[in-house]
T-cell receptor, first 112, second 114 residues
Framework: AQSVSQHNHHVILSEAASLELGCNYS??????LFWYVQYPGQHLQLLLK??????LVKGIKGFEAEFIKSKFSFNLRKPSVQWSDTAEYFC??????????FGQGTELSVKP | KAGVTQTPRYLIKTRGQQVTLSCSPI?????VSWYQQTPGQGLQFLFE???????NKGNFPGRFSGRQFSNSRSEMNVSTLELGDSALYLC?????????????FGPGTRLTVL
């Protein structure tokens, strides 16, 4: 079955620390990959996406992600987190049409 | 452009009742997808409608149904509500005409079943 796995359920960091959130997916065919963020009390927003081309993609607010096809991975990174990055982060894979398969989410808490 | 809107934002129902949720996509978008978000199961895909036809379907029982109108607005219906249906129901819209489409999410409808 198609599935997405996020390695960490809850990550706690201090401001200025570096962030890496892991994401692996099960399907080996052509996929599109996304990271969404859900700030407290707000709706899901797109951080970045990978459709094709350069496997290193840059998104909003200084986030980037690297697609490694051989490892079925799409890890999210940020060199220096801020308190305002406190949120829940979801990795998602688009296998077909309008169907997204989401990971379980990673709750990020950044301490000032 | 206005974003995706969902109504109502909050609903409280009792077991056995039915409920209808509404979603208005971004202007020009023809695809609407529905998701259920719960603390235990996370975000799960319910179904997608494109040009008034169901194009994809998730693994939910037949109590969950939907439809799409000619103006791309979509409704989702849940009949014979169960306590486990309490969740945040999210609607996402996309252009829908490409093989892969970026989805834009609405704020959700919070359904509580008592």
């Amino acid at each position: 079955a198609q599935s997405v796995s996020q390695h960490n359920h809850h990550v706690i960091l201090s401001e200025a620390a570096s962030l890496e959130l892991g994401c692996n997916y099960s399907y080996g065919g052509t996929v599109n990959l996304f990271w969404y963020v859900q700030y407290p009390g707000q709706h899901l927003q797109l951080l970045l996406k990978y459709f094709s081309g350069d496997p290193l993609v840059k998104g909003i607010k200084g986030f980037e992600a690297e697609f490694i096809k051989s490892k079925f991975s799409f890890n999210l990174r940020k060199p220096s987190v801020q308190w305002s990055d406190t949120a829940e982060y979801f990795c998602a894979v688009n296998y077909q049409g309008g169907k997204l398969i989401f990971g379980q989410g990673t709750e990020l808490s950044v301490k000032p | 452009k206005a974003g995706v809107t969902q109504t109502p934002r909050y609903l409280i129902k009792t077991r056995g009742q039915q409920v209808t949720l509404s979603c208005s996509p971004i202007s020009g978008h023809r695809s609407v997808s529905w998701y259920q978000q719960t603390p235990g199961q996370g975000l799960q895909f319910l179904f997608e409608y494109f040009s008034e036809t169901q194009r994809n379907k998730g693994n939910f029982p037949g109590r969950f149904s939907g439809r799409q109108f000619s103006n791309s607005r979509s409704e989702m219906n849940v009949s014979t509500l169960e306590l486990g249906d309490s969740a945040l129901y999210l609607c996402a819209s996309s252009d829908g005409r490409m093989v892969y489409n970026e989805q834009f999410f609405g704020p959700g409808t919070r359904l509580t079943v008592l």
